[in-house]
């Protein structure tokens, strides 16, 4: 099953010069100021909630436990009447709903 599009947007553009003062600010903890603001570092938190989110995601795809080749070949070609469960359409795997 392929990825679906991101959903985010380009968060800054900066090259060069530019992108390496951002790197800077960041190298020496220039953010933890923002810890001082109720609202900023609940979302350094969410941010950092994200982060672990997306190491397990690679790590997950790294340990190779959703890179094995399956044989669909049994799959229905209808989706089932049970919600979750996989089936053959036109060559692209569905989960039903």
């Known amino acids: 099953m392929a990825l679906a599009t991101r959903k985010a947007g ?13 790197k800077a600010k960041y190298d020496n903890s220039k953010h933890n100021e923002l810890e001082a603001f109720e609202g900023e570092a609940a979302l350094i938190y969410q941010i950092q909630l994200l982060k672990e989110d997306i190491d397990e995601l690679r790590r997950y ?13 049994s799959l229905p070609t209808s989706a089932p009447r049970t919600a979750g469960l996989l089936y053959n359409s036109r060559g692209t795997i569905k989960v039903s709903t």
């Open 61 to 73: 795809i790294a340990s190779n436990e959703i890179a094995q080749e399956i044989d669909c070949s």
């Open 10 to 22: 380009t968060i800054h553009s900066k090259t060069g010069g530019d992108l390496a003062a951002l």
